[in-house]
């Protein structure tokens, strides 16, 4: 079992950066993939961006390709997002999850994610 905290999260101006925090504890960080969702009011939780276990493979979507940076330390258990260019559509909660993969550049783009945060709010003033 590993769990996870998210944290970064805040208030912002359009235009502004933040970056989120997800810090694992338990299992050995290093056999999973992590990705970052995110749910806004009334809307599906979406997934954004993912990062294979090894750390050597990352996704985006469409909407934040360009703006939002994943990485992960390992040595750290910490995954990072680091996002910038925000807008006032990027507001929502923003949650980290995590699962094993077989291989060891594979990142799951759907939700079946084992493993989740309690999630972290980002909010956009504009």
């Known amino acids: 079992q590993v769990q996870l905290i998210e944290s970064g999260g805040g208030l912002v101006q359009a235009g502004g950066s933040l970056r989120l925090f997800c810090a694992a504890s338990g299992r050995t960080f290093s056999n999973y993939a992590v990705a970052w969702f995110r749910q806004a009011p009334g809307k599906e939780r979406e997934f954004l961006t993912g990062?294979?276990?090894?750390?050597?493979?990352?996704y985006y979507t469409d909407s934040v390709k360009g703006r939002f940076t994943i990485s992960r330390g390992n040595a750290e258990n910490t995954v990072y997002l680091q996002m910038n260019s925000l807008n006032f559509d990027d507001t929502a909660v923003y949650y980290c999850?995590?699962?094993?993969?077989?291989?060891?550049?594979?990142?799951?783009?759907?939700?079946?994610?084992?493993?989740w945060g309690q999630g972290t709010q980002v909010t956009v003033s504009s």
């Open positions: 990062i294979s276990r090894s750390g050597g493979n990352t």
């Open positions: 999850a995590a699962r094993t993969t077989m291989m060891p550049y594979a990142i799951p783009i759907t939700p079946d994610y084992k493993h």
